[in-house]
């Protein structure tokens, strides 16, 4: 049963990229495809409840009140270097969002993150942020990325990935449980090395052909 503030996005669509990404025999570029469709399938759920404004406009054939996005623009944050596969397809769907990075690698022995970047958009604290990393794992990299988000003064944050640990799910929501999560699928747990089991491998690796 998953956490009250994660959301599973169970649309078949979603679920058949995703198996087609898990295996091992597909290849890099299609890869990179399949990330960056899911990237937009899940930033048309993460958005459902954005708020609108009415404005006068006029059509062919006559002035009516349209509903329009409200507010300043969206902000996505990739967790570098895998979050800017699903940071393609959101602006694809979002294209003038603005977008932030925040650079970190996982330390090999403590699996801690050590950041290394962090650019963000002026006015943080004035939009959605979306941060977006494939893969939480131990969620401690998310942990990380969404209290130096928090820091530059973010202050309405989700938090967007493709597979979750159950484990990653628990300490994240402990330590930000006010931003929700959406992930297509929760996966069984970890592996010794911190890797998502069934998963899909190293998201980063498999997006750029570097292993
Ligand atoms: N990062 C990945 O790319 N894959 C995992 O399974 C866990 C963390």
Known sequence: MPAPNVTVVSHPLVQHKLTLMRDVNTASSKFRA??????????YEICRDLETELV?????????MAPRLEGKKLCFISILRAGNGLVDGMLDLVPSARVGHVGLYRDPQSFMPVEYYVKLPDHIEERLCICVDPMLATGNSAVAAVRRIKEAGARRIKFACLLAAPVGIENFSAAHPDVPIL????????NDHAYILPGLGDAGDRMYGTK
């Open 34 to 43: 399949l990330l960056r469709e899911i990237g937009l399938l899940l930033t």
């Open 56 to 64: 006068e406009i006029t059509t062919p054939l006559e002035t009516f």
């Open 183 to 190: 992930t297509a699928s929760i996966d069984r747990e970890l």
